[in-house]
């Protein structure tokens, strides 16, 4: 898919997953420009790591502010 990259062949990958990275990316992109979160660094963003309490607290206030 285009703008994804994976190692895994795309008959290998269950219908309508490229779909939902999209998505995802498209979620965190407009959570980045609302100033929600910028990352777990300045240049990294790891969707697989699990978020804190404190981490999403601190989604929920930028999210209000």
Do not use: M
């Amino acid at each position: 898919q285009p703008g994804l990259a994976s190692p895994i062949p795309d008959s290998l990958v269950p219908r309508g997953h490229w779909d939902r990275l999209r998505t995802a990316e498209q979620a965190v992109a407009w959570a980045v420009k609302q100033g929600i979160t910028g990352g777990t660094s300045a240049t990294t963003f790891t969707p697989d790591k699990s978020c804190t309490r404190g981490q999403i607290v601190t989604f929920l206030y930028n999210a209000g502010t």
